[in-house]
């Protein structure tokens, strides 16, 4: 009689408990789950240090990217500024995030960056403030796109790694650095997004 109620008031509590996780896993909607992977709530300041709200490219399709200019992976400027070019008619945009947090591969301050990227590679596209990409002063967008529904938990490995975001803000899919710009696992993504 005894083991039977200690049963009962065990079963009683691991329900209530189970109960209750299945409320909270109710309670988290898809439009939740895709806004917690959203840039729109996220503001960034461009490579001469002015602050943009990543809400201004709405209806835009985006590849976020983190550079550096003396990197193996340098060279995907070139790969970079080409899809910007053929794509930007259709409402396309690059946003290029330089930073230092792999080998000391972007040493120079923007104004340098920013040099170096017209000199060498005729970069039209949007470049930021050089923040950090990893660690524990990664910088918020990057703390969402490396912690989210949509592309999971993971850091950033090296320069060079790509995320595209829909027209309505939301991470869609990620590339790791040696994903080419040009790649046609890159191309098609960007060619469905701008479709849609």
Aim: net charge negative; glycine share 6%; charged share 25%.
């Amino acid at each position: 009689m005894k083991m039977k109620i200690i049963f009962i008031l065990l079963a009683s509590l691991f329900g209530i408990t189970l109960l209750g996780c299945k409320s909270t896993a109710q309670d988290i909607s898809e439009a939740g789950l895709l806004d917690s992977a959203n840039i729109y709530k996220y503001k960034v300041l461009d490579i001469d240090k002015e602050e943009i709200e990543l809400a201004e490219y709405e209806g835009k399709v985006l590849l976020i990217v983190n550079v550096a200019s003396k990197c193996g992976n340098t060279p995907q400027y070139e790969g970079l500024e080409n899809i910007y070019r053929k794509y930007k008619p259709r409402g396309f945009e690059i946003l290029a995030f330089p930073c230092n947090d792999f080998g000391q591969q972007e040493p120079g301050s923007n104004e340098e960056i920013q040099n170096f990227c017209t000199l060498n590679y005729d970069v039209t596209f949007q470049l930021f403030d050089k923040i950090t990409v990893k660690g524990e002063s990664k910088a918020p967008l990057y703390q969402m796109l490396t912690n989210n529904p949509v592309t999971g938990k993971s850091d950033i490995r090296w320069n060079f790694e790509k995320f595209l975001i829909d027209r309505s803000g939301n991470v869609v899919r990620n590339f790791g650095s040696k994903t080419k710009p040009e790649n046609d696992k890159i191309i098609s993504v960007i060619d469905s997004l701008l479709n849609n």
